[in-house]
């Protein structure tokens, strides 16, 4: 599987470690391997991977995490298939670098 990262250090991601029973759902529902699990508690492992979908926290059954869906990249993506343009999560529409890779 290709590792997407996304912007550097902006990711709104957090887990609240002290409600982490270790059940391991987010590591079933997270598409880039952002969680691991060590010690019996979920670790953020890759934090610029994550493309804020949501679907760690709507799978948390202990609410131990918590992102902004629909600011980052995940949205961008979304919005760049709907507009049939291509996705971009940072910087002008105009910019022609890559913003996710």
């Given at each position: 599987m290709v590792k997407h990262k996304y912007l550097k250090n902006?990711?709104?991601?957090?887990?609240?470690?002290?409600?982490?029973?270790?059940?391991?759902?987010?590591?079933?529902?997270?598409?880039?391997?952002?969680?691991?699990?060590?010690?019996?508690?979920?670790?953020?492992?890759?934090?610029?991977?994550?493309?804020?979908?949501?679907?760690?926290?709507?799978?948390?059954?202990?609410?131990?995490?918590?992102?902004?869906?629909g600011v980052g990249c995940a949205y961008a993506i979304i919005k760049g298939k709907l507009n049939g343009s291509a996705p971009c999560c940072g910087g002008s529409e105009d910019d022609k670098s890559p913003c996710c890779g």
């Open positions: 902006v990711v709104s991601l957090k887990l609240d470690i002290e409600k982490c029973v270790g059940c391991g759902m987010c590591l079933e529902v997270c598409p880039h391997e952002v969680f691991r699990l060590d010690a019996g508690k979920a670790y953020i492992q890759e934090r610029d991977s994550c493309m804020e979908c949501g679907a760690c926290v709507n799978n948390c059954p202990f609410e131990a995490l918590n992102v902004n869906s």
